[in-house]
């Protein structure tokens, strides 16, 4: 969703998770392994700092980005952010097809996996409402919409 709102907006774009990984010379599954999460998080909150002075950008975060080290805040006080919430049915589909490049969710079963989506879901609600522009997603929203409800704001 964020490249292809960037390119309809005409800016760039940063997944921050490749951002990390290309700043690190590793990647995020081997930075857990030789750090584990709290390396990893601080990684990110590097990065974070790194790009908040960039300029006509779309940053994609990890779920968890924004639930560490004040990471929200940095975000809010250098731009806008958009919390696309989807069902957990949505989460599920989607991090299934990419859980073994995902060092929190590698080896879980659909069960387990949905129930690691509500626990986190339930745990970072109160990071994840401080976002400038929160989108309730029932249907997997297409870019036309995330534009549409951006033009309202």
């Not at 974070?48 to 004040?70: H, K, M, Q, R, Y």
């Not at 250098?78 to 069902?87: D, E, F, K, L, R």
């Not at 400038?132 to 995330?146: A, F, H, P, Q």
Request: glycine residues 6%; charged residues 35%; negative net charge.
């Amino acid at each position: 969703m964020g490249r292809k709102l960037a390119q309809r907006l005409n800016l760039c774009f940063i997944d921050l998770d490749k951002y990390i990984e290309e700043r690190n010379f590793r990647t995020i599954p081997t930075i857990f392994a030789e750090e584990g999460e709290e390396g990893f998080r601080l990684c990110e909150k590097k990065a974070l700092e790194e790009i908040a002075d960039f300029e006509n950008l779309v940053v994609a975060t990890g779920g968890g980005a924004p639930c560490f080290f004040e990471n929200m805040e940095l975000m809010n006080r250098t731009g806008a952010t958009i919390y696309i919430a989807p069902p957990t049915e949505i989460l599920v589909e989607r991090l299934l097809k990419s859980k073994n490049e995902r060092p929190l969710i590698k080896g879980k079963s659909r069960e387990e996996l949905t129930r690691f989506i509500d626990e986190n879901l339930q745990k970072r609600a109160p990071f994840y409402e401080k976002a400038s522009l929160i989108i309730r997603d029932k249907r997997n929203l297409e870019v036309d919409d995330v534009l549409r409800l951006l033009e309202k704001q």
